[in-house]
């Protein structure tokens, strides 16, 4: 595709419902990252992924939160037993490989939960 | 990871140039300076990135401090359409692999 496509745009979940976010990277990018911006806040950092592996987690808020990358390609951001805090925009980027010269972002999954 | 500090809010006028300024007093020799701006609801967007020299493209310039604890994020003629949030951003090829986003700064373009 020609950019980083996100699925879905939206999503209304029920508190305690689990929630799955989709990324699609730009083919051939090695390195995919997933943020969250809570309103009028700014990017706050989840996870980062080389390959199929997540050398830096660190973003990641509590245990309920969990990500995978396969095939080198798409990921998954996961969200168990979800809380009115996690209400929010979820951002993924990927860059060519782990230098970042310019990383493309998607237009975001925007997470309600009620 | 090394900060940067810039002004919360500016404002300029459409066609005239905007000079967005990022202080980074403590970047290292090996931090890139980057730049992303977000549009109202939308992801960000890569704008700029250098590491000592001043840095031109289709969207904007860079300049960079001769001792690289500031830079200014230059957009030569500005259009409704800049009206953002910039984020000015050290990035260490040696270091966490990812983009640091502060608060940028919110840029508001009159007509």
């Known amino acids: 595709g020609a950019g980083v496509s996100q699925s879905p745009s939206n999503k209304v979940t029920e508190k305690g419902k689990d929630v799955e976010l989709r990324c699609d990277p730009i083919?051939?990018?090695?390195?995919l990252y997933w943020y969250r911006q809570s309103l009028g806040q700014g990017l706050e950092f989840l996870i980062y992924?080389?390959?199929?592996?997540?050398?830096?987690k660190s973003g990641l808020p509590s245990d309920r939160f969990s990500a995978e990358r396969t095939g080198g390609s798409v990921s998954t951001l996961t969200i168990q037993r979800t809380q009115q805090e996690d209400s929010a925009v979820y951002l993924c980027?990927?860059?060519?490989?782990?230098?970042?010269?310019?990383?493309?972002f998607g237009q975001g999954t925007r997470l309600t939960v009620v | 990871d090394a900060k940067t500090t810039q002004p919360n809010s500016m404002e300029s006028n459409e066609e005239e140039p905007v000079h967005l300024p990022c202080n980074h007093s403590t970047i290292s020799g090996t931090d890139y300076i980057h730049w992303y701006r977000q549009l109202p609801s939308q992801g960000p967007e890569y704008v700029i990135h250098?590491?000592?020299s001043n840095v031109n493209n289709r969207m904007a310039s860079l300049a960079i401090a001769e001792d690289r604890k500031s830079s200014t994020l230059i957009l030569h003629r500005a259009t409704l359409r800049d009206a953002a949030v910039y984020y000015c951003?050290?990035?260490?090829?040696?270091?966490?692999?990812?983009?640091?986003f502060g608060q940028g700064t919110r840029l508001t373009i009159n007509p």
């Open positions: 250098g590491l000592t």
């Open positions: 951003i050290l990035f260490n090829s040696q270091g966490a692999q990812k983009l640091v």
């Open positions: 980027a990927s860059s060519l490989d782990r230098i970042i010269t310019e990383a493309f």
């Open positions: 992924f080389q390959g199929n592996s997540a050398p830096d």
């Open positions: 083919s051939g990018h090695t390195a």
